[in-house]
């Protein structure tokens, strides 16, 4: 089955310290992205990578860091995480960039305490 | 920038009725792309219908359909014959035809069909 999978759907962690959240699609899909959703502001963009080692910023960046080593991976990392990073997160890919629907993930909740 | 608007937070419809969901964007672009998905409460963000700007003809897919409006950038989705399971928060996204795909999304409209 075509799908993108994210691991953990869940999360609770402390503030600093460090954790990864995985993204992973089976579709050889060359442009991979992740998405914070915070209510009442939709999703918005955190990074983005349009193929293997290659990666850039979108709208919301700050605090976080990806890194695409592997094509059918896109991880995304919290190097000190902060209350203000609780949120829902989706990991989305497509075929390539420009015209391409995006498929999403189930999205991980994380809380940061 | 791009920015999409939403201005209706909340709506509901009756089982079997019909709903209109608004949404406008703004771009100085002139070929791009319009979404609406639909996140039920499962959280799951799903593709409802997609919107090619330099298309005239309005898309549908079964019960949905879109009133695309280029010049008054506007993209509104018509749900007809609104079933239960169609409650769930619906977001309109814009994306530029070239370079990057990022989308842009509206902060969504909940949707409740009544029974």
């Known amino acids: 089955e075509a799908q993108v999978t994210q691991n953990p759907r869940y999360l609770i962690t402390v503030t600093g310290k460090k954790l990864t959240v995985t993204c992973s699609q089976n579709?050889?899909?060359?442009?991979m992205s992740w998405y914070r959703q915070d209510p009442g502001l939709g999703l918005r963009q955190i990074y983005y990578?349009?193929?293997?080692?290659?990666?850039d910023k979108g709208d919301v960046p700050e605090g976080y860091k990806v890194s695409r080593k592997e094509k059918r991976n896109f991880p995304l990392i919290l190097e000190s995480p902060s209350p203000n990073q609780t949120s829902l997160y989706f990991c989305?890919?497509?075929?390539?960039?420009?015209?391409?629907?995006?498929?999403f993930g189930p999205g991980t909740r994380l809380l940061v305490l | 920038a791009q920015t999409v608007t939403q201005s209706q937070p909340e709506m509901s419809v009756q089982e079997a009725e019909t709903v209109t969901l608004s949404c406008t964007y703004d771009?100085?672009?002139?070929?791009?792309?319009l979404f609406w998905y639909k996140q039920p409460p499962s959280r799951q963000m799903i593709l409802v219908i997609r919107?090619?700007?330099?298309?005239?003809q309005n898309a549908t897919e079964n019960r949905f359909s879109v009133n695309f409006q280029k010049a008054a950038k506007s993209f509104s989705l018509k749900i007809s014959d609104s079933q239960l399971g169609d409650t769930a928060m619906y977001f309109c996204?814009?994306?530029?035809?070239?370079?990057?795909?990022?989308?842009?999304f509206g902060t969504g409209t909940r949707l409740t069909v009544i029974p």
């Open positions: 989305a890919s497509s075929l390539a960039g420009g015209r391409e629907t995006q498929y």
């Open positions: 579709m050889n899909h060359e442009y």
């Open positions: 990578s349009m193929n293997v080692e290659v990666t």
């Open positions: 771009t100085s672009e002139n070929n791009y792309y």
């Open positions: 919107q090619e700007a330099y298309k005239q």
């Open positions: 996204a814009f994306m530029k035809h070239a370079g990057a795909n990022n989308l842009f």
